[in-house]
């Protein structure tokens, strides 16, 4: 069992040379080969009790304990054992604080990523201008299919008039719906460009305001990191 026992402020230093002293007496009547002593352990139990041994004290398992030279100056400070919970608690925040230490580092590459890519508004406007124009030729295709279905569906509506008041051929009426479908397809895909086209200069418009900072001297991952502009497409969609 340690040796501990409760002393005064005014008897601190009298006690640790003592206990050093029989440290010491102890080494010297040890067994060949035996271990010293690592320091002399203090702490205050639970009931306010000044606590010292030769080895770290059981009472004060869950405080910290200071471990003294023999000389009584600070050798090392003995941290509290962690109970279960405290120990998945630390973990947890040391996970925390290591995920956030990765996403600022992160922060800091697209940053300066971003201003390799970007040297100045030109630059990012020509890259705004080639991710539009892949949108707009999807658009200018569709508004040229349009075209081309109204053609083709003039000669099927003309066909239609001698048949007024009377049930249209199975093969003319198959060939009007997919008329109508293919007219449907190609409107809903030029609404679905069009709130590309918006999406679109949103982003850049999120990105160069972040930019411009950046340019002005904002320290890369200091600002919150914008949603990266889209790359332009190699072609257009159909």
Same mark, same amino acid.
């Given at each position: 069992? $340690? ?9 601190? #230093? ?27 352990? !203090? ?8 606590? @010292? ?7 004060? !398992? ?18 509290? @054992?962690? !109970? ?10 040391? #996970? ?13 590459? +697209? ?10 508004? &030109? ?10 124009? !892949? ?12 075209? &081309?279905?109204? =053609? ?12 007024? %008041? /009377? $049930?249209?051929?199975?093969?003319? /009426? ?20 069009? &709130?590309? =086209?918006?999406?679109?200069? #949103? ?8 930019? /411009?900072?950046?340019?002005? %001297?904002?320290? $890369? %991952? ?12 190699? #072609?257009?969609? +159909?």
């Amino acid at each position: 069992m $340690p040796a501990m026992m409760p002393i005064s402020a005014s008897a601190t #230093r009298l006690g640790l040379l003592a206990l050093a002293v029989a440290c010491q007496l102890a080494a010297a009547q040890a067994p060949k080969g035996a271990s010293a002593p690592a320091g002399i352990y !203090t702490c205050t139990d639970d009931k306010g009790r000044r606590l @010292t041994s030769d080895r770290p004290i059981p009472d004060c !398992t869950h405080k910290e304990q200071r471990v003294l030279n023999q000389d009584g100056s600070l050798k090392a400070v003995r941290p509290p @054992t962690l !109970t279960l919970e405290e120990r998945a608690a630390k973990e947890a925040l040391e #996970r925390k604080a290591a995920e956030a230490r990765a996403a600022q580092a992160d922060a800091v590459r +697209r940053d300066r990523n971003l201003m390799s890519r970007y040297p100045d508004q &030109a630059a990012h406007d020509k890259a705004r201008m080639a991710a539009l124009d !892949t949108v707009k030729l999807a658009m200018r295709a569709s508004s040229l299919r349009l075209e &081309a279905l109204g =053609l083709d569906r003039k000669p099927l509506l003309d066909e239609a008039e001698f048949y007024a %008041g /009377k $049930p249209l051929p199975i093969a003319l /009426k198959s060939l009007l719906d997919a008329n109508d479908a293919a007219f449907a397809a190609q409107r809903s895909a030029m609404q679905t460009q069009e &709130a590309e =086209l918006a999406r679109i200069n #949103r982003l850049y418009d999120a990105e160069l305001a972040h930019l /411009k900072r950046l340019w002005a %001297g904002a320290q $890369p %991952g200091s600002l919150p990191q914008p949603a990266p502009a889209p790359a332009a497409a190699s #072609r257009p969609a +159909r």
